[in-house]
């Protein structure tokens, strides 16, 4: 079992910057898939930005250049670094964590934080 608790999130300005955690608990967190995922009301749910256990990396088209994602497995925390946000970024962003599966697929996620509300004014 893995328990996910994401923080960071807030109202910023376009432009902006933001950096979003994922705190982890549970066994074996360095062996899991963790994935960014958002959706904006009306909308479902799409991938933003992975990382592996081997800490190969993955993004949308749509943040790429603008997103980082990292980990530090020590502090079993993985975060978000969001660059020049714009209000198509605006949504509730979820962590989330697999063992194996498509990186970008949202139900090949098992475990999931209660997500944090980005919001980003024009």
């Known amino acids: 079992q893995v328990q996910l608790v994401e923080s960071g999130g807030g109202l910023v300005q376009a432009g902006g910057s933001l950096r979003l955690s994922c705190a982890a608990s549970?066994?074996?967190?360095?062996?899991?898939?963790m994935g960014w995922f958002r959706q904006a009301p009306g909308k479902e749910r799409e991938f933003v930005a992975a990382?592996?256990?081997?800490?190969?990396?993955y993004y949308a088209d749509s943040v790429k250049g603008r997103f980082t994602i990292s980990g530090d497995n020590a502090k079993n925390t993985v975060y978000l670094q969001m660059n020049s946000l714009n209000s198509e970024d605006t949504a509730v962003y979820y962590c989330?964590?697999?063992?194996?599966?498509?990186?970008?697929?949202?139900?090949?996620?098992?475990?999931w934080g209660q997500g944090t509300q980005v919001t980003v004014s024009s």
């Open positions: 989330a964590a697999q063992r194996a599966g498509l990186i970008s697929l949202n139900t090949a996620y098992q475990y």
């Open positions: 990382m592996s256990s081997g800490g190969r990396t």
């Open positions: 549970g066994r074996a967190f360095s062996t899991y898939t």
